[in-house]
């Protein structure tokens, strides 16, 4: 371990050394790199990728996703990333490099304020917001999936990092479906993790 950094919204965080690479952990699960880079590399890899999608990140953590989009998939497309937690922000600048350019937008804010408020549509979306290893209970809401699922383009992909049983995320798959998304399940992916991939047709 290198040190820890305390934060209001995920308590004790830690940046550690994981085979050689840095890597951002809470205290019971990986933030960024590590298993969850492993986790959008495989998942990405099953998509199709044109390269200048225009791309919504909702919990950026400390940007793996974001690196793993420019450096192994070639994306040369404008990002937006949100992230609640200003001490992340700042960790995803100071410990990864990862900081706004002309083509990566960050926001701190909440990520169910920003789909309710935002009329910007993307061609991809990703969605990977914990606190630990929870999914906040505002994100399993119909409400959110409603707005959510109004921020994609005609064919347009959502990729959610749901991490729970089919059973929980209901909400979230029905409103897809309602709103004109074809919605599929990339299970147990590097092991563990649910993805639900809808497309909007």
Not at 67 to 78: A, I, R, S, V
Not at 134 to 139: A, D, E, S, T, V
Not at 189 to 200: D, M, Q, R
Request: glycine share 6%; charged share 30%; hydrophobic share 40%.
């Amino acid at each position: 371990m290198i040190h820890k950094i305390k934060s209001k919204y995920s308590g004790i965080l830690e940046i550690n050394y994981v085979n050689g690479k840095k890597v951002l952990d809470s205290k019971n699960t990986s933030y960024s790199y590590g298993n969850l880079q492993k986790v959008w590399e495989l998942t990405l890899d099953q998509i199709p990728f044109r390269g200048d999608e225009r791309i919504l990140i909702l919990g950026m953590g400390g940007g793996s996703s974001i690196k793993l989009l420019k450096e192994k998939f070639k994306h040369t497309g404008k990002i937006v990333a949100i992230e609640i937690d200003p001490v992340i922000i700042d960790i995803a600048r100071s410990e990864f490099n990862v900081r706004p350019n002309a083509d990566l937008k960050i926001e701190c804010i909440d990520a169910a304020e920003y789909v309710n408020k935002k009329t910007q549509k993307f061609d991809l979306i990703l969605v990977d917001v914990f606190i630990d290893d929870k999914i906040p209970g505002k994100l399993l809401s119909r409400e959110f999936w409603k707005h959510l699922s109004q921020k994609t383009n005609l064919g347009g992909r959502i990729l959610f990092n749901a991490f729970v049983d089919v059973d929980k995320i209901k909400n979230a798959t029905e409103e897809l479906q309602f709103s004109g998304h074809e919605v599929h399940y990339l299970e147990k992916i590097n092991g563990a993790n649910l993805i639900i991939h809808a497309v909007k047709k």
